[in-house]
């Protein structure tokens, strides 16, 4: 039993080492790139036709990835519990303001086939959101919980999804020769296949221990 434990706390700890790492990796290489005067074609339009969405992108999604992982430490939320209702409006604010503006961005993105994926991607994101403040709202906690870890997933899809651009499309999919169907298919999978590992998580493993208790 102990070791179980052990190993589970380990787990947990390598994995939000790598989430964490992967994040601040994200936040480095981007700023980078743009500081380099490596700026896309289509943020170059003026500050209202795309630049202040950009900003307003980055600036949200940094108070999720930022706050998100202290927001999920059950022994630091229990012992400041006012930080985390502070840092959970932070949290809901910033992914709200990042969803819309993802949104927004979406519409005038150079790969037209990934339109569809990050426009059902952004509105997700607005939604789970929305709804873990909803839950709160009405002391359901537990929706509440789940909701916002929807939410910090689908914040994540983008990091990986960048992620993917810096290391290579080829190196990933050396089966499709097209620049287009691997730029579609990273963005895609960036975000379904992380969403389907926690419903499993969730609601499916939950689900399927309590019926094979009731047998």
């Given at each position: 039993m102990i070791k179980t434990l052990t190993l589970q706390k380990t787990g947990?700890?390598?994995?939000?080492?790598?989430i964490i790492g992967l994040s601040i990796y994200f936040y480095v290489e981007?700023?980078?790139?743009?500081?380099?005067?490596?700026?896309?074609?289509?943020?170059?339009?003026?500050?209202?036709?795309?630049?202040?969405?950009?900003?307003?992108?980055?600036?949200?999604?940094?108070?999720?990835?930022?706050?998100?992982?202290?927001?999920?430490?059950?022994?630091?939320?229990?012992?400041?519990?006012?930080?985390?209702?502070?840092?959970?409006?932070?949290?809901?604010?910033?992914?709200?303001?990042?969803?819309?503006?993802?949104?927004?961005?979406?519409?005038?993105?150079?790969?037209?086939?990934?339109?569809?994926?990050?426009?059902?991607?952004?509105?997700?994101?607005?939604?789970?959101?929305?709804?873990?403040?909803?839950?709160?709202?009405?002391?359901?906690?537990?929706?509440?919980?789940?909701?916002?870890?929807?939410?910090?997933?689908?914040?994540?899809?983008?990091?990986?999804?960048?992620?993917?651009?810096?290391?290579?499309?080829?190196?990933?999919?050396?089966?499709?020769?097209?620049?287009?169907?691997?730029?579609?298919?990273?963005?895609?999978?960036?975000?379904?296949?992380?969403?389907?590992?926690?419903?499993?998580?969730?609601?499916?493993?939950?689900?399927?221990?309590?019926?094979?208790?009731?047998?």
């Amino acid at each position: 039993m102990i070791k179980t434990l052990t190993l589970q706390k380990t787990g947990w700890f390598v994995f939000w080492l790598g989430i964490i790492g992967l994040s601040i990796y994200f936040y480095v290489e981007t700023i980078a790139f743009y500081a380099g005067g490596g700026v896309p074609e289509n943020f170059k339009l003026g500050f209202w036709n795309s630049k202040i969405w950009y900003f307003g992108h980055i600036g949200g999604a940094t108070a999720s990835l930022l706050l998100g992982p202290l927001q999920f430490w059950d022994k630091f939320r229990a012992n400041n519990m006012k930080y985390h209702r502070l840092a959970g409006k932070i949290f809901v604010f910033g992914s709200l303001i990042a969803s819309i503006c993802a949104f927004r961005i979406v519409l005038i993105y150079d790969c037209v086939p990934c339109r569809v994926s990050l426009g059902i991607l952004a509105v997700l994101w607005f939604f789970f959101t929305f709804t873990a403040y909803w839950a709160i709202r009405r002391k359901n906690v537990k929706a509440h919980r789940q909701f916002m870890v929807r939410s910090y997933t689908a914040a994540l899809a983008f990091v990986f999804i960048r992620i993917f651009s810096l290391t290579g499309y080829d190196s990933v999919f050396p089966f499709l020769n097209n620049r287009l169907e691997q730029r579609t298919t990273a963005e895609w999978l960036c975000w379904v296949v992380p969403l389907l590992i926690v419903e499993f998580y969730l609601s499916w493993q939950p689900l399927l221990k309590s019926k094979l208790k009731t047998k």
